[in-house]
T-cell receptor, first 119, second 112 residues
């Protein structure tokens, strides 16, 4: 089955620890994205990547880092520098098409998310 | 003005009712528009894209008014399963990259 997977579903960490969230897709999508969602809030863009070995900061990149070594994978590291890391983290990807500057459409499909709680 | 603005609701309607949601956006250069649906504690799922000519998908109709920078979603014959939060989504261009901006969502509760 094709899709986007995120693991784990729930994650607990102590304050001051770095943690890496996994996002994998087997849809052959070029573009991938990371968002965070806080209760009652909209999704906010953390980082995005249009092609392998390239990524850009979103609106709230401080305290986060990413890598894009493979087309299928876009892991997000929440570092100890992130002031309020407890949130629902969502990964998304876009199918190929003529819509965007790098050939991806604007339509995004989401993984099931990871709920991170920092104690 | 916020990039994407929606009435948070909740909209409480009985089964079978027709309900409409509105959304305004601030970036006149936006070219792509969507409605996503998000169930409680789940990921957003694409409901439909929104085109200038308006488009319909079963009981759902979306309209776009570029002059007023306004998007709407109409749901006819509401079902219990339509209860969810509906997210208005608009694209923007940053240094040549196109990304999406999500509204905070409008909550719909359909009751028997």
């Amino acid at each position: 089955d094709g899709g986007i997977t995120q693991s784990p579903k729930y994650l607990f960490r102590k304050e001051g620890q770095n943690v890496t969230l996994s996002c994998e897709q087997n849809l052959n999508h070029d573009a991938m994205y990371w968002y965070r969602q806080d209760p009652g809030q909209g999704l906010r863009l953390i980082y995005y990547s249009q092609i392998v070995n390239d990524f850009q900061k979103g609106d709230i990149a401080e305290g986060y880092s990413v890598s894009r070594e493979k087309k299928e994978s876009f892991p997000l590291t929440v570092t100890s520098a992130q002031k309020n890391p407890t949130a629902f983290y969502l990964c998304a990807s876009s199918p190929p098409g003529a819509g965007g500057p790098f050939g991806s459409t604007d339509t995004q499909y989401f993984g099931p998310g990871t709920r991170l709680t920092v104690l | 003005r916020k990039e994407v603005e929606q009435d948070p609701g909740p909209f409480n309607v009985p089964e079978g009712a027709t309900v409409a949601f509105n959304c305004t956006y601030s970036n006149s250069a936006s070219q792509s528009f969507f409605w996503y649906r998000q169930d409680c504690r789940k990921e957003p799922k694409l409901l439909m894209s929104v085109y200038s000519s308006g488009n319909e998908d079963g009981r759902f109709t979306a309209q776009l008014n570029r002059a007023s920078q306004y998007i709407s979603l109409l749901i006819r014959d509401s079902k219990l399963s339509d209860s969810a939060t509906y997210l208005c989504v608009v694209n923007r261009l940053n240094s040549g990259y196109s990304t999406l901006t999500f509204g905070k969502g409008t909550m719909l509760l359909v009751s028997p």
